[in-house]
């Protein structure tokens, strides 16, 4: 076996290697570096497994071992220990961290630009990060860190006791009056250091793909060759002679529920033999080996027979009656209708209306993180699973069912979640990992590589959206008539979900008083659509944001002025006829930007509602738990996921607020105990329902640290649930409907150069309370970021079924060069429902995106725009691929 020499961190090192391997895999697999992440090995875009060679930036996974043959390589483990915690503090105290996937890589890129003095120039700075990918900041924060680093390395290597660069700006910037204070230190409305944020900073924050425990086995999968055919044969015997290769598993292996799903179990973990796969990303066969690159090799060398099939690939062809089913009970999944007053009657009396189609794209999350999972046998029996998902009690659940044992044997503990905006809800590598290991009695880690994770997990849906509108002759509108049908791929996932939503967020937030909306949501062979961060409601917003502008060109009126007359005033009526109440903010959004938009010369102007909490008659519940540890330490335990919006900073914050105790003493775990269940990490819901549930079980604790010292309480828990019952289902007979606990609202401007590039966001928000203003604005230009690659360049286009491309580069992400200022603007206007009046915010941050830059392309270009992306648009040029450029 060939071997390769190099200086690793400053000590000669020889290692061996395999045909095929690249130096990312030597680094992490033979010299246990973790720092150098593997985010798209070998396709070299995202920038994560970043490393110094010879003192300068290199991608590990585009470098044979061999070429690394003499040279000198360092990590980030290996950088100077002073500059390492200079820049983790910078990182965190910027707000730069989110996630931590990309972190470590950008970290040495950045320590490079501190050693040649390059940290002084942003527009430089951004330029270097073009190599790096971040899905969850939108780049400005990790500039700011960057600079703030800089200027510390060159006055000594210190930081400064300063704020952060970046100004947060609430409501009285714009001369608006902020309804709470913000308190110092590290409690309710502080803006807090993210909880391990300098562990994440320097990769010492393990991700599944870190962890290594004693035996452990590794797991590759076998992926259906077309997207719709009959498999005939699935033959193990050419991988079964490979080396290291010790099990092959196929559908015939399961000893339970062989289907999962989180609403309609129709998502086979293995597609056995005689059965028809319904995409490409349907697996076959688990292929367990002592390696992760035997166990991939030998997955390659599995031979499947197929007997090829037609695809149906149209979600309007798949609802002829001639159209082969999907699923046995048809291709059309859901329909989502309701009606209030008469569309017919106040359309015929309208002074104007208009009608168009709309037409969205299928979008890719890109995560940084592709998805991975750790089974291992407990002593006890049964399995502990790592997972990276969005619900561990959900994966709890339907591992145990597939393993047909019950849900006690199964325990799901969340490691780190790098990323996820939705696409992790569904159950992904989870099972197969479970099945192995229960088989083999042994721990597997199984990996997805890019390539499979992008053909694997649920998308955001397509949809088109066709609406007719009509106005009064003052502009206030009258009715909205919209039919919108959703190709949601292979499997149901959550796809009647995300239509329903969509119909449910139709109107946007304006008042309507005639409302006919029909969601349908049908199969087709192409990639599963499920969740995706903000869920139907950003489609329905481009789609109500157009009408808008053509109905205010019509009539008269700039696009300020007919938001103006309509937007949703308490007691007024949401599209599904839910009442608005005191918390419906709005009106403070859109008047923050008044004079930004109508001093402009070339602007765009959208309005935003997005649900917090599922509601729809289903409970949205938080629970946590405080355990009082030996030593005066707590451990904070909930149910839903930490992916990158800071809910463990949050929780910890909530402790100390209501407590006084120091953050340093506490740990926060999400964990699949049933006294924290709360459910799927989704619908903007966390932070509303983990602050109030925080809350209670922690003024509980200061009840009792009242009568006795923390030290003497050790072995005491103590139990705080929130539960939000009062929804109403879709279809209730009532007068008074209520679908979601409570909203979030925004306003956003998009105001565009000469030439009809960006050159400014402003996005107002009104958040209830924001909980840690920093994370929270984050959390707000993460969003703006991701709404403006849907708007402009962002694609994940199939043909015959087929991803057209499955590498990073082609999917049209901003990079931090072309992802023009981002200005937040917070406005608090408490709800009653969540803790301390919180609202959700992890997803309306892109719901008016495309809607604002729709119209500010209108006025630079007089172009009207009805189709995601707008590849044709000047501010897209630098995004697009070249590959889809109009």
């Not at 807090?192 to 086995?217: C, H, I, N, P």
């Not at 009695?441 to 990996?447: K, M």
């Not at 630079?860 to 697009?880: E, Q, W």
Request: with cysteine; hydrophobic share 40%; net charge negative.
């Amino acid at each position: 076996m060939p071997t390769a020499s190099f200086s690793l961190n400053g000590r000669p090192v020889t290692f061996p290697f395999e045909e095929g391997m690249h130096l990312l895999d030597v680094l992490r697999s033979s010299a246990g570096i973790t720092s150098a992440k593997d985010g798209c090995a070998p396709q070299g875009v995202c920038g994560c497994c970043t490393i110094l060679v010879d003192g300068r930036p290199a991608l590990a996974c585009q470098m044979r071992p061999d070429q690394a043959a003499g040279k000198e390589v360092v990590t980030l483990e290996g950088l100077p220990e002073r500059q390492r915690q200079l820049l983790a503090d910078a990182f965190v105290r910027e707000g730069a961290v989110q996630c931590g996937f990309c972190t470590p890589g950008i970290v040495v890129r950045s320590a490079h630009l501190l050693n040649r003095g390059l940290t002084e120039n942003r527009d430089r700075i951004s330029r270097a990060l073009a190599g790096h990918l971040c899905r969850c900041t939108g780049y400005h924060r990790i500039v700011d860190a960057i600079q703030t680093a800089g200027e510390a390395w060159s006055a000594g290597g210190e930081l400064r006791d300063e704020p952060p660069r970046r100004h947060l700006f609430f409501g009285e910037h714009m001369g608006l009056e902020r309804s709470t204070g913000v308190p110092a230190g590290e409690g309710v409305g502080a803006s807090s250091g993210r909880y391990r944020g300098v562990a994440q900073a320097l990769g010492q924050k393990e991700f599944v793909a870190d962890m290594e425990v004693d035996g452990m086995l590794h797991g590759a999968l076998v992926l259906a060759d077309h997207p719709r055919a009959l498999v005939t044969r699935i033959d193990p015997a050419p991988a079964t002679s490979m080396p290291g290769v010790i099990r092959v598993l196929t559908a015939a292996d399961i000893p339970g529920s062989r289907h999962h799903g989180l609403i309609i179990r129709d998502w086979p973990l293995l597609v056995a033999e005689g059965e028809i796969t319904r995409y490409t990303g349907d697996v076959l066969a688990v292929v367990v080996a002592d390696s992760q690159h035997h166990a991939r090799a030998a997955a390659e060398a599995v031979a499947v027979h197929y007997e090829v099939l037609e695809p149906v690939t149209d979600s309007e062809t798949a609802l002829a009656p001639d159209a082969p089913r999907i699923h046995d009970g048809g291709n059309l999944l859901e329909v989502c209708a309701f009606t209030r007053g008469d569309v017919e009657r106040a359309l015929a009396a309208s002074t104007h209306v208009v009608e168009a189609t709309f037409r969205t794209q299928r979008v890719e999350h890109a995560f940084l993180e592709p998805e991975a999972c750790l089974a291992v046998p407990r002593e006890e029996g049964g399995l502990k699973i790592y997972s990276q998902g969005q619900g561990v009690h959900d994966d709890q659940r339907q591992i145990a069912a597939i393993l047909g044992v019950g849900t006690p044997l199964v325990e799901v503990e969340l490691v780190s979640n790098g990323g996820a905006f939705g696409g992790k809800e569904d159950l992904s590598v989870q099972g197969h990992a479970a099945l192995a290991a229960q088989d083999l009695g042994r721990p597997v880690c199984l990996v997805l590589t890019r390539e499979q994770s992008m053909r694997i997990h649920p998308k955001r849906h397509p949809l088109v959206l066709r609406y007719t509108a009509g106005a009064d002759a003052d502009g206030r509108l009258t009715a909205v008539r919209a039919r919108i049908i959703g190709d949601t791929g292979a499997y149901a996932s959550v796809g009647a979900k995300v239509l329903e939503r969509a119909a449910g967020h139709c109107c946007g937030p304006y008042r309507l008083p005639n409302v006919d909306v029909e969601a349908r949501t049908v199969y087709t062979n192409n990639p599963p659509c499920g969740a995706m961060r903000g869920f139907g409601a950003n489609q329905a917003s481009f789609a109500i944001e157009g009408i808008m502008d053509m109905l205010a060109e019509t009539i008269g009126l700039d696009g300020y002025d007919i938001r103006e007359r309509n937007i949703l005033e308490p007691g007024d009526r949401f599209a599904t006829g839910q009442k608005m109440d005191a918390s419906c903010g709005i009106r403070r959004t859109l008047e923050a930007v008044r004079e930004v938009y109508k001093g402009a010369q070339f602007a765009g102007i959208a309005c935003g509602i997005k649900n917090t909490g599922i509601g729809n008659g289903m409970e949205d519940i938080g629970r946590v738990v405080i355990r009082v540890l030996e030593g005066g330490r707590l451990e904070v335990l909930t149910g839903y996921t930490e992916m990158g919006q800071g809910l463990h900073t949050i929780l910890q914050q909530v402790v100390c607020h209501e407590t006084s105790l120091p953050p340093e003493i506490m740990d926060v775990r999400t964990v699949s105990l049933p006294e924290v269940e709360c459910g799927m990490t989704t619908a903007s819901r966390a932070t509303a329902l983990c602050t109030a549930a925080g809350r209670i079980a922690s003024q509980e604790l200061s009840d009792e640290l009242g009568r006795h010292p923390l030290e003497t309480i050790a072995g005491r828990e103590f139990h705080g649930e929130y539960i939000c019952d009062f929804t109403t289902a879709p279809g209730a007979e009532t007068e008074e409907p209520v679908t979601h606990m409570a909203f979030g609202f925004a306003t956003q401007v998009v105001l565009l150069n000469e030439d009809g590039t960006i050159k400014k966001v402003v996005a107002v928000h009104d958040v209830g309370r924001a909980i840690n203003p920093q994370q929270c604005a984050g959390q707000i230009e993460g969003g703006v970021h991701m709404g403006l690659g849907y708007a402009l360049s962002e694609d994940f286009p199939c043909t015959g079924g087929r991803p057209d491309s499955l590498n990073l580069k082609d999917l049209g992400i901003l990079r931090a060069a072309h992802t023009p200022p981002i200005e937040v603007i917070l406005i608090e206007v408490p709800d009653g429902v969540g803790g301390y009046g919180s609202k959700g915010v992890g997803e309306i941050g892109l719901v008016p995106t495309a809607g604002a830059v729709a119209g500010a392309l209108y006025a630079h270009d007089g172009i009207r725009r009805l189709r995601l992306p707008m590849t044709d648009a000047p501010a897209a040029a630098a995004s697009v691929p070249r590959s889809r450029r109009s």
